[in-house]
């Protein structure tokens, strides 16, 4: 008798002593029919749901499988998932935090996330995705080589679980927020449809979301080398519109060969505005009647057309794999500024720009995946990717001109993956990359490129320390470069209002980053983590006084020398009760950089963070989430004391088929960042009031025959670079 656990991608090996004429292996998995077959070299084994419904299953330590990158959660049938979105699942499993509605991974913002092989566009999608759809969760700690060596952070995959008894499924949903100062802020509608037809897989994600922006604001300057003083009060409103759909559609032209398709489209339209009143410090104080106020008017609209085609063949009975595919992008982006004097007197038009920009985005891909009986897998493949950017800006002073920016990165990469005795797992990985960027200021100008050829490592090591007991450690090191920054290299200024703008950088260079992590995962109960990070050439956003305009600020990407971090997290998940999971969090975080700015060391961070997930009946639960960060030093910033509490409520009826849930933010201290320069002394302070509750309904359905439905996955994105407050 021997046994053994399959490693992420289900392969796994045996040594059994002994000269019987046959052996039979004995497989189950939480969830499956056990199923129980011949044993021989090579032999697959594909297990059946279980026909009836799990019942009170909860989550235990035998859901969490350690793989060498990060580890696989199983969900399905775990009663944890229940009345709950994805977003609020996620930050219950190990290493994961949500802070501010985004997801994050040892302290660091997730890198990618794909539900189903399907890449987000926008990883708040998943506060529309109802938790109990979901059969397992992947996280891997690092990108490996097999992604974009511009990958950052941790990435994430989800996969939906399958009805039981049904050749279809899917689930509704619509709600709406209501904020405690500014009423009415948010309705939204979200429609998922899964199902196959014969040979035809077919997947739909239809959304619709209607937000209101309210923010209030209130920002102080200090000129040190004029004395003067001056404080604005920033209201910013507005109603957002966005629908997106997403249709992915796969046909089996063979049992081991299959073509697919996705299609999708989005489209965002805002007219926000901001009303500003700008008030003066005399001797006596701040002045109580403003000495002006104006209105900036920032309608914009962004639309997203993305395609993809990719062939898949099976190679053999291990699970090896061949796959070529090609995928194209556009996304088109335009946006107007216009301020306009409403006091002391109402003035005609004193500022306003506009701006077009269409980004192109072309990318193939090809790797061939092979297995091996006795668990080594060898992944290879080639990759390339061409962008263009054309740009059409007027400035303030209705001056027109034509940037252009292109890029390519093509690739080489393989990946080997494989068992050290039976404690040890490894995987190692090498990506050879092109990163070129040519920008042109002008249709008249010279293209000025930068070129540069790099070879980018990974390494990933497991070991069980002791397999009963839950008790392993991991390795992790990754190579990186950031994403060529197109959006940040154009002159162009972007207003915020009168006062302030954004303006890029033709100069900058990518970042390249070295990622080193290590975990102590202890009777999956207890988690210790360390990641260290060293950046070549960050972009950090530096502030300045423009001196034709000693009253206005801006910010202005720039390349640091260095800088580097050192996190150190302890974790600790516990169900005190047999309705409550417990889930707390601390870190600490040491930084430092060094720029023409600054020169910084033994920066100190801390933060803490508490979940709570209750369920009090089969029907009925609830959660509660907060976290903690007190005042840090960042470069030159200082942020300041920020902490958050919310929640959510839920119950279900009509056999758990309906569900009414109630969200809410009892309370939230905002952000307030000091900057200091040689030249100003600034002070952002967020006065937002951000208590909200809010309902939403949905109804989940299912029917026909069991199937197993196949997506195709969309292989690039683009996003920009901003500054991060």
């Keep these: 008798v021997a046994g053994a656990i399959p490693d992420a991608n289900g392969a796994f090996s045996l040594s059994v002593p002994g000269t019987a004429a046959k052996r039979v292996l004995k497989v189950s998995f939480v969830g499956y ?14 297990l059946r749901p279980e026909a009836a419904a799990l019942g009170e299953v909860t989550v235990t330590a035998d859901r969490i499988r350690r793989s060498p990158g990060g580890y696989t959660a199983n969900l399905l049938g775990s009663t944890v998932t229940q009345g709950r979105q994805t977003d609020e699942i996620l930050a219950m499993l190990p290493g994961v935090t949500r802070r501010d509605g985004e997801l994050e991974v040892l302290g660091q913002a997730v890198g990618t996330v794909y539900v189903d092989g399907i890449r987000l566009t926008d990883i708040k999608d998943l506060a529309a995705l109802p938790a109990d759809r979901i059969h397992r969760v992947q996280v891997d700690y690092t990108p490996g080589s097999s992604e974009f060596a511009s990958t950052r952070g941790a990435v994430i995959r989800i996969t939906l679980r399958k009805e039981l008894d049904g050749g279809y499924y899917g689930y509704a949903m619509a709600g709406a927020d209501v904020y405690s100062k500014y009423g009415f802020s948010r309705d939204f509608a979200y429609a998922v449809y899964n199902g196959r037809f014969s040979r035809l897989s077919l997947y739909n994600v239809l959304s619709y979301t209607d937000y209101y922006l309210a923010t209030d604001d209130e920002n102080t300057y200090d000129f040190l080398r004029t004395g003067r003083a001056q404080r604005t009060d920033v209201q910013s409103r507005g109603w957002t519109h966005r629908l997106y759909d997403r ?3 796969t046909y089996d032209l063979t049992p081991r060969n299959t073509l697919g398709t996705s299609l999708y489209f989005s489209t965002d339209h805002a007219k926000p505005r901001t009303d500003v009143a700008t008030f003066v410090r005399t001797p006596s104080g701040w002045a109580d009647t403003a000495l002006y106020t104006t209105r900036t008017e920032m309608p914009y609209t962004y639309r997203t057309y993305q395609g993809t085609l990719r ?18 992008l556009r996304q088109y982006a335009r946006n107007r500024m216009q301020t306009l004097r409403l006091l002391p007197s109402p003035d005609l038009d004193t500022l306003s720009n506009r701006s077009e920009e269409t980004t192109n985005m072309l990318e193939a891909r090809t790797s061939l995946n092979k297995n091996f009986a006795s668990g080594l897998a060898i992944n290879g493949g080639l990759a390339y990717r061409r962008i263009t950017v054309d740009y059409d800006l007027t400035n303030e002073r209705h001056l027109r001109t034509l940037p252009y920016a292109e890029g390519q990165m093509p690739a080489i990469y393989a990946e080997v993956q494989g068992p050290i005795g039976k404690r040890l797992q490894y995987g190692v990985g090498l990506r050879v990359q092109e990163s070129r960027i040519a920008y042109r200021p ?6 000025i490129v930068h070129d540069d050829w790099d070879a980018y490592s990974s390494f990933n090591l497991l070991w069980m320390i002791n397999e009963a007991r839950k008790i392993s450690a991991t390795l992790n090191y990754t190579e990186a470069v950031d994403d060529i920054p197109y959006s940040a290299l154009t002159t162009h200024r972007e207003y915020t209002d009168e006062h302030s703008y954004t303006t890029g950088n033709p100069d900058l260079v990518p970042c390249k980053s070295h990622t080193l992590t290590a975990a102590l995962d202890l009777y999956d109960h207890l988690s210790f983590n360390t990641i260290y990070i060293y950046n070549e050439t960050p ?3 530096a502030t300045r006084v423009d001196p034709a305009r000693p009253s206005v600020t801006y910010t202005k990407p720039m390349n640091a020398k260095y800088e580097r971090l050192l996190g150190l997290s302890a974790e600790a998940r516990f169900d005190p009760l047999p309705w409550w999971k417990l889930k707390g969090m601390v870190m600490y975080t040491l930084f430092g950089s060094k720029s023409e700015d600054f020169d910084v060391s033994g920066q100190q961070k801390y933060y803490f963070s508490l979940s709570n997930t209750f369920r009090f009946t089969p029907h009925m639960g609830a959660s509660l989430d907060g976290y903690y960060e007190p005042t ?20 279900t009826f009509l056999r758990d088929r309906l569900a009414l849930r109630l969200n809410f933010k009892l ?21 937002s009031h951000e208590q909200y509750f809010g309902l939403s309904l949905s109804y989940s ?3 026909g025959r069991r199937v197993d439905v196949k997506q195709t996955e969309e292989i690039q994105s683009y996003e920009k670079i901003r500054d991060k407050r």
């Design 539 to 541: 972009i950090y956003y």
């Design 701 to 703: 359905f299912s029917g």
């Design 247 to 249: 249709l992915s559609l």
């Design 632 to 651: 840090f030093h960042f470069t030159d910033r200082i942020y300041r004391t920020v902490y958050e509490m919310s929640g959510s409520v839920y119950h």
């Design 33 to 46: 029919e056990t199923q129980v077959v011949e044993a021989r070299p090579g032999v697959v084994v594909t």
């Design 667 to 687: 309370f939230r201290h905002g952000r307030v960042i000091d900057t200091e320069t040689p030249d100003l002394r600034l002070v952002e302070a967020n006065r």
């Design 311 to 328: 062939f898949d063949r099976e190679l053999d009975d291990q699970g090896s794999t061949f796959n070529i595919g090609a995928d194209y």
């Design 442 to 447: 002008d249709a008249a100008a010279d293209l």
